[in-house]
């Protein structure tokens, strides 16, 4: 199983931008789709976006579409959540996860995802 580590989570203001990091480990991620999901307090975990094993399939929640952007390295075995223009409600954790398939149905299901890291927590001030 893949083992996986977010970094860059932080405190930002309001239309402020961080890039988070998934770090892979274990197995390379070649072959596996990529999610990101996130959680704040109280609310269920929300599909955030996903890049296919390719990196030629994205699709993103409605939420962040046209803010944020998921790209992976595969040479680096990182996935990359770069999140801009941020709103107070973007705050949560975030979570990176992994999904060994090289298909595209149901990837915005938690239930897809087979590895999962431990988050990285994001907080947007107002």
């Known amino acids: 199983q893949v083992q996986l580590v977010e970094s860059g989570g932080g405190l930002v203001q309001a239309g402020g931008s961080l890039r988070l990091s998934c770090a892979a480990s274990g197995r390379t991620i070649r072959s596996y789709a990529m999610g990101w999901f996130r959680q704040a307090p109280g609310k269920e975990r929300e599909f955030v976006g996903v890049i296919s094993w390719s990196g030629g399939v994205l699709y993103y929640a409605d939420s962040v579409k046209g803010r944020f952007t998921i790209s992976r390295d595969n040479a680096k075995n990182t996935v990359f959540l770069q999140m801009n223009s941020l709103k107070p409600e973007d705050t949560a954790v975030y979570y990176c996860?992994?999904?060994?398939?090289?298909?595209?149905?149901?990837?915005?299901?938690?239930?897809?995802?087979?590895?999962w890291g431990q988050g990285t927590q994001v907080t947007v001030s107002s």
């Open positions: 996860a992994a999904a060994d398939t090289r298909g595209y149905i149901g990837l915005s299901a938690p239930q897809a995802f087979g590895s």
